[in-house]
């Protein structure tokens, strides 16, 4: 059973440019969730993809934005990068969680993450 | 804001069960508790959840209070694989659908 793979491993980009990052989720998910983890901290969510659309998002700008594709994979786009975008940059996948369907079913896996640094 | 509490960091013999509390006061009825732990520059892994009643896994267990304001995960028999950043998180399950980290708890497993 694969579990949430993330591509790439690595990447190096300088400030200004733009990056897209690329997450497959787990066997049977179709929810997948992205975060922010600076160094030393605790990750910070930046949004929720169902149905191939945005349904939640965390607290960052416009420059992140992201895509789910029919078969539930997800790419993350950061534009215009900054200094202070190097981070881990970590997918989840889940089931959705939807009102009325089977409870207690929307636990979040993690993939391996992108080591993302900007240069 | 995390809405918990966890010493920032802990030793534990290599053997001997870990135990790892996690404050949460403020806690909402519907609220879960959930453990994550990261191993050094991986993802985060789950590691198992509950409501309010004591719940045991291959991982772990997990002992929730009865007024539910703490919790403490406990790894059996810890090994040197288990030294790790432990995160406990509260949320809504099948509602607010982001989770909200703080700092965990360093876990150095000792020989």
């Known amino acids: 059973d694969a579990g949430v793979t993330q591509s790439p491993t690595h990447l190096i980009k300088t400030r200004g440019q733009q990056v897209t990052l690329r997450c497959s989720p787990k066997?049977?998910?179709?929810?997948v969730s992205w975060y922010q983890q600076a160094l030393g901290q605790g990750p910070q969510f930046i949004f929720q993809?169902?149905?191939?659309?945005?349904?939640q998002r965390g607290n960052f700008p416009d420059r992140f934005s992201g895509h789910q594709f029919p078969n539930y994979s997800s790419e993350l786009n950061v534009n215009a990068l900054l200094l202070g975008d190097s981070a881990l940059y970590l997918c989840?996948?889940?089931?959705?969680?939807?009102?009325?369907?089977?409870?207690?079913?929307?636990?979040?896996?993690f993939g391996p993450g992108t080591r993302l640094t900007v240069l | 804001d995390a809405k918990t509490t966890q010493p920032p960091s802990m030793d534990c013999a290599e053997g001997r069960a870990a135990n790892l509390p996690c404050n949460h006061s403020t806690i909402s009825g519907n609220e879960y508790v959930y453990w994550y732990r990261q191993i050094h520059s991986q993802g985060p892994q789950y590691i198992i959840h509950?409501?309010?009643?004591?719940e045991t896994n291959e991982m772990a267990s997990l002992i929730i209070t009865e007024d539910r304001k703490s919790s403490t995960l406990i790894l059996p028999h810890a090994t040197l694989r288990d030294t790790a950043v432990y995160y406990c998180?509260?949320?809504?399950?099948?509602?607010?659908?982001?989770?909200?980290w703080g700092a965990g708890t360093k876990l150095i497993i000792k020989p």
């Open positions: 998180i509260v949320r809504v399950a099948m509602s607010n659908y982001q989770l909200i």
């Open positions: 066997s049977g998910h179709d929810t």
């Open positions: 509950g409501l309010k009643n004591n």
């Open positions: 993809y169902y149905e191939e659309e945005e349904r």
């Open positions: 989840a996948s889940s089931l959705p969680g939807l009102a009325g369907g089977p409870p207690n079913t929307d636990t979040q896996y």
